[in-house]
């Protein structure tokens, strides 16, 4: 039976099955979605940074990581689609992987690139239907966040060197829909300095999860060198991950911004 024909959301194409039987997922994130759309007899593949769903994900081979995969693995499971994100996997990789596969690729920056990530990720396995409600599902439930007072705020994912989240980012997406206004005018993920922190003074600094497992050790040494600003641990699951945890993460950010995040905190720091 003749391939089906899908444009990936880097422009290539790629002839999928009617029916992929071997599914291998290259993205934490995009193997949430698989499970959840409930096409979890076919993934036969995944890296280890795919825990989530925990009790599903161990029973599944382990093809190296986002950005070294195991060629050798990836041959004996022998897939029929392999899916992966522009981002978060290596280009020389997929490149090789292409040669004897068909690679679907996401490339993601807004809600709505991970909205028609989600409809298409359906219609490759079949499961449009599923896709289409829990991406109006995901829409409505942004649509309903309230907006909020503005509060500048830089967002760590990495402690040496630090790096922080730039522009042009799903993260940056996300911090705009809990009102949080990135105080880093460079794109992607630069370097900065504990005296460019001091420089910028943002409101907030927030410590992501991941990649680098930011801890109460690290909220405690930035608040204590940082004393201006108002420091937090979050959940970088629920600010980078742009496949059916999206569903979770309108209502994290919410309860962010009115249960943790004060909104008048550099006021009575700095009274008068």
């Known amino acids: 039976m003749a391939a089906r024909i899908f444009i990936d959301q880097m422009g290539f194409e790629v ?3 009617q029916t992929p039987i071997r599914v291998i997922s290259l993205v934490p994130s995009q193997t949430e979605l698989l499970f959840d759309l409930g096409f979890e007899s ?3 593949g995944l890296t280890k940074f795919c825990v989530h769903p925990a009790d599903k994900v161990k029973k599944v081979e382990i093809i190296g990581g986002t950005k070294n995969f195991n060629f050798d693995m990836i041959d004996q499971l022998r897939p029929d689609l392999i899916i992966g994100n522009k981002e978060e996997n290596y280009k ?11 690679v679907w690729m996401s490339d993601i920056s807004n809600l709505i690139d991970s909205l028609e990530m989600i409809n298409e990720v359906g219609r ?3 499961c449009e239907k599923k896709a289409k409600a829990l991406s109006k599902n995901i829409k409505l439930s942004f ?5 909020y007072q503005p509060l500048s705020v830089l967002y760590l994912i990495w402690n040496d060197p630090i790096m922080v989240v730039g522009k042009d980012t799903f993260i940056d997406e996300m911090l705009k829909k809990a009102g949080l206004v990135n105080a880093i005018h460079h794109q992607r993920y630069p370097e900065v300095t504990a005296e460019g922190i001091r420089t910028i003074d943002p409101d907030i600094i927030l410590l992501s999860s991941e990649p680098f497992p930011f801890r109460e050790k690290h909220l405690r040494n930035f608040q204590q060198e940082f004393k201006k600003s108002q420091v937090y641990l979050v959940d970088g699951e629920m600010f980078s991950w742009y496949g059916s945890r999206l569903l979770k993460s309108a209502n994290y950010l919410h309860q962010l911004r009115t249960e943790v995040i004060p909104t008048n905190f550099r006021s009575s720091q700095n009274p008068g």
């Open 92 to 102: 020389e990789g997929i490149d090789q992987l292409k040669k004897k596969y068909p």
């Open 42 to 44: 076919n993934i036969v």
């Open 124 to 126: 490759l396995i079949n």
């Open 143 to 147: 649509e309903q966040l309230p907006t």
């Open 15 to 17: 002839g999928v099955p």
